[in-house]
């Protein structure tokens, strides 16, 4: 079947109690078990799994075309999960540009969990080739990355970590699964923060790992959110489930209204550059043709004035509004290195966008005139 088929109908079999159509929200923390703790249903207690949480995690595999998966409270909760399924003494690859909470999180804790991370541009194979240690057992990358909109050879990148007897994992947020699917160019997991288009609406936190197998590594990933309780709520659960029924739709329109205004940018005199996979001149256009169906609704530009010239164009658009996170029906313009504060490696006079719904004509008008 087709993916808007799938994204349509996978974990959605009526309810078997009562032929509902949209599916119950099943809110209780504790079920129903046997004498001597037996699962008659499959379920015991919520931290361990629930029915609203195995509806979308049925979805999100087939979507993804995983074994199985499993979802968490937040994308940096699923990520979290992943990287502590390995063991102390590991050595992690992490692409140069990736998601800044993730980057946070190897700088602040995997040192303490007993793990080295270091970061390569993973536009350069032979970089990541040179990159790769004895030690290496995870090579993450993220595709188009945030903020700089970085695309990697994934098919590449999952044989250079096959070689070196790694796993590798992508961070698919901004392409979600109609866009982009990592397992079937290699990649061993894939990781979405659930909070941006899969939700799509901004009002739901979550995340999501996905596995091409469900093997030991899909266990650890679960026995940590069993134990450690980073699980998703049934409402939450829910929530994602509804919005994954209109993803292929709203990513069309995404991806349409995203090219339209990155040529609109990348023609405005005020414009430094415009980073967007689907423009010829992006350096990884080619590949993102080959691995990407289309090009979503994540762009960032870099204006002519520096800091203050960027942050002029926050203070003065009015379709956009002035916002951190991404993929929902509203079109977001945020200052990124303010976002990601002092750490932040992220150029000056760079704004990223994540563009809505919206008519592209209002959209570029409103960027005209705050460019001016
Ligand atoms: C690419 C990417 N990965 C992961 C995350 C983390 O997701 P969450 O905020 O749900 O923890 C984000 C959040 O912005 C993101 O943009």
């Given at each position: 079947m087709k993916l808007d088929t799938i994204a349509v109908h996978a974990g959605g079999k009526?309810?078997?109690?009562?032929?509902?159509i949209a599916p119950?929200i099943?809110?209780?923390?504790?079920?129903?078990?046997?004498?001597?703790?037996?699962?008659?249903?499959?379920?015991?207690?919520?931290?361990?799994?629930?029915?609203t949480e195995a509806r979308l995690e049925e979805a999100l595999a087939a979507l993804d075309g995983g074994?199985?998966a499993?979802v968490?409270?937040?994308?940096?909760?699923?990520?979290?999960?992943?990287?502590?399924?390995?063991?102390?003494?590991?050595?992690?690859?992490?692409?140069?540009?990736?998601?800044?909470?993730?980057?946070?999180?190897?700088?602040?804790?995997?040192?303490?969990?007993?793990?080295?991370?270091?970061?390569?541009?993973?536009?350069?194979?032979?970089?990541?080739?040179?990159?790769?240690?004895?030690?290496?057992?995870?090579?993450?990358?993220?595709?188009?990355?945030?903020?700089?909109?970085?695309?990697?050879?994934?098919?590449?990148?999952?044989?250079?970590?096959?070689?070196?007897?790694?796993?590798?994992?992508?961070?698919g947020t901004?392409a979600t699964p109609i866009l982009?699917r990592?397992?079937?160019?290699?990649?061993?997991?894939v990781?979405h923060a659930a909070t941006k288009y899969l939700g799509g609406h901004s009002d739901v936190q979550g995340g999501a790992?996905v596995?091409?197998?469900?093997?030991?590594?899909?266990?650890?990933?679960?026995?940590?959110?069993?134990?450690?309780?980073?699980?998703l709520?049934?409402f939450n659960s829910w929530l994602v489930l509804r919005g994954l029924r209109s993803l292929a739709v709203r990513v069309e329109?995404h991806?349409?209204?995203?090219?339209?205004?990155?040529?609109?940018?990348?023609?405005?005199?005020?414009?430094?550059?415009?980073?967007?996979?689907?423009?010829?001149?992006?350096?990884?256009?080619?590949?993102?043709?080959?691995?990407?169906?289309?090009?979503?609704?994540?762009?960032?530009?870099?204006?002519?004035?520096?800091?203050?010239?960027?942050?002029?164009?926050?203070?003065?658009?009015?379709?956009?509004?002035?916002?951190?996170?991404?993929g929902g029906t509203?079109?977001?313009?945020?200052?990124?290195?303010?976002?990601?504060?002092?750490?932040?490696?992220?150029?000056?006079?760079?704004?990223?966008?994540?563009?809505?719904?919206?008519?592209?004509?209002?959209?570029?008008?409103?960027?005209?005139?705050?460019?001016?």
């Amino acid at each position: 079947m087709k993916l808007d088929t799938i994204a349509v109908h996978a974990g959605g079999k009526p309810d078997p109690a009562t032929g509902a159509i949209a599916p119950p929200i099943h809110l209780s923390t504790t079920f129903e078990h046997g004498p001597a703790g037996e699962r008659p249903l499959g379920y015991m207690y919520i931290r361990e799994g629930s029915p609203t949480e195995a509806r979308l995690e049925e979805a999100l595999a087939a979507l993804d075309g995983g074994e199985a998966a499993l979802v968490f409270s937040s994308g940096m909760a699923a990520g979290a999960a992943y990287l502590a399924t390995l063991p102390a003494g590991s050595h992690v690859l992490l692409a140069d540009d990736i998601y800044y909470g993730l980057r946070e999180m190897a700088k602040d804790f995997l040192v303490g969990w007993g793990i080295e991370s270091s970061s390569v541009d993973m536009a350069d194979l032979e970089a990541v080739r040179g990159a790769v240690r004895k030690q290496t057992r995870l090579i993450w990358a993220e595709s188009p990355s945030n903020p700089l909109m970085k695309v990697v050879d994934l098919a590449a990148l999952a044989k250079i970590a096959k070689d070196a007897k790694a796993r590798f994992a992508v961070d698919g947020t901004f392409a979600t699964p109609i866009l982009q699917r990592p397992l079937a160019l290699g990649a061993d997991a894939v990781m979405h923060a659930a909070t941006k288009y899969l939700g799509g609406h901004s009002d739901v936190q979550g995340g999501a790992l996905v596995f091409a197998r469900r093997d030991e590594t899909y266990e650890k990933a679960r026995h940590t959110r069993h134990i450690l309780g980073g699980v998703l709520s049934p409402f939450n659960s829910w929530l994602v489930l509804r919005g994954l029924r209109s993803l292929a739709v709203r990513v069309e329109r995404h991806s349409a209204n995203g090219l339209a205004i990155a040529r609109a940018l990348e023609a405005h005199p005020a414009v430094q550059a415009v980073h967007y996979p689907g423009l010829s001149s992006h350096a990884g256009h080619e590949i993102a043709k080959r691995q990407m169906s289309g090009f979503g609704g994540m762009l960032s530009f870099r204006v002519k004035g520096g800091r203050e010239g960027a942050v002029g164009v926050c203070s003065k658009v009015r379709v956009f509004t002035v916002a951190t996170s991404l993929g929902g029906t509203e079109s977001l313009i945020e200052h990124r290195a303010s976002s990601e504060g002092p750490t932040s490696k992220t150029p000056q006079n760079l704004l990223r966008c994540s563009i809505g719904l919206e008519h592209a004509d209002d959209l570029i008008e409103d960027l005209r005139q705050a460019l001016e």
